[in-house]
T-cell receptor, first 115, second 114 residues
Framework: DQQVKQNSPSLSVQEGRISILNCDYT??????FLWYKKYPAEGPTFLIS?????DKNEDGRFTVFLNKSAKHLSLHIVPSQPGDSAVYFC??????????????FGRGTQLTVWP | DTGVSQDPRHKITKRGQNVTFRCDPI?????LYWYRQTLGQGPEFLTY????????KSRLLSDRFSAERPKGSFSTLEIQRTEQGDSAMYLC????????????FGQGTRLTVV
């Protein structure tokens, strides 16, 4: 049972524009969400995270938004750069008050940023 | 510290053989995780350790799979009597025992069972 869903397998964006990657989850007990980026033949690299007590977290060009009532989060990349081309995974963890444990991953979205 | 290290990077084995993978976590991290990733899927949780204690195991971890972390540092994942369905990328990650922290992943071991 997929508790974290990324319904868009791919996204293509022009350089300089905004990339928006979406993620939905089903388990209301999740309280910590992470985005990872993965290049071919490498392990996932942590990008940005958000706790359920927040609705937005920003780090440079990357912003993650969390809508708890809709069980939805999104990653915004502005401006997009060709080096951002990779597979992006959404992950969820935790039950309130617990330390990081297993992560539940979506299937990923392949982002392609073209010049 | 060079991050999470996995060995080997690639392994080709014949069906029915046993294989063992090693993971060296970031030195100060007391939590260590194993995941498996197949084509078109996200990483799937297998098991994790806090120090030497195995805290959780997924249903994916059949009797043919065993993981150890004997001294709370490096970990091994053994697959006995490999099957073609075991072909996947095996990822190791480590983290601190904290709220709202991230797990750092190694580059993975690509297993091909022929």
């Amino acid at each position: 049972d997929q508790q974290v869903k990324q319904n868009s397998p791919s996204l293509s964006v022009q350089e300089g524009r905004i990339s928006i990657l979406n993620c939905d989850y089903t388990n209301s007990m999740f309280d910590y969400f992470l985005w990872y980026k993965k290049y071919p033949a490498e392990g996932p690299t942590f990008l940005i995270s958000i706790s359920s007590i927040k609705d937005k977290n920003e780090d440079g060009r990357f912003t993650v938004f969390l809508n708890k009532s809709a069980k939805h989060l999104s990653l915004h990349i502005v401006p997009s750069q060709p080096g951002d081309s990779a597979v992006y995974f959404c992950a969820a963890s935790g039950y309130r008050g617990s330390t990081l444990g297993r992560l539940y991953f979506g299937r990923g979205t392949q982002l392609t940023v073209w010049p | 510290d060079t991050g999470v290290s996995q060995d080997p990077r690639h392994k080709i084995t014949k069906r029915g053989q046993n294989v063992t993978f090693r993971c060296d976590p970031i030195s100060e991290h007391n939590r260590l995780y194993w995941y498996r990733q197949t084509l078109g899927q996200g990483p799937e949780f297998l098991t994790y350790f806090q120090n030497e204690a195995q805290l959780e195991k997924s249903r994916l971890l059949s009797d043919r799979f065993s993981a150890e972390r004997p001294k709370g540092s490096f970990s091994t994942l053994e697959i006995q009597r490999t099957e073609q369905g075991d072909s996947a990328m095996y990822l190791c990650a480590s983290s601190l025992e904290l709220l709202n922290t991230e797990a750092f992943f190694g580059q993975g071991t690509r297993l091909t069972v022929v």
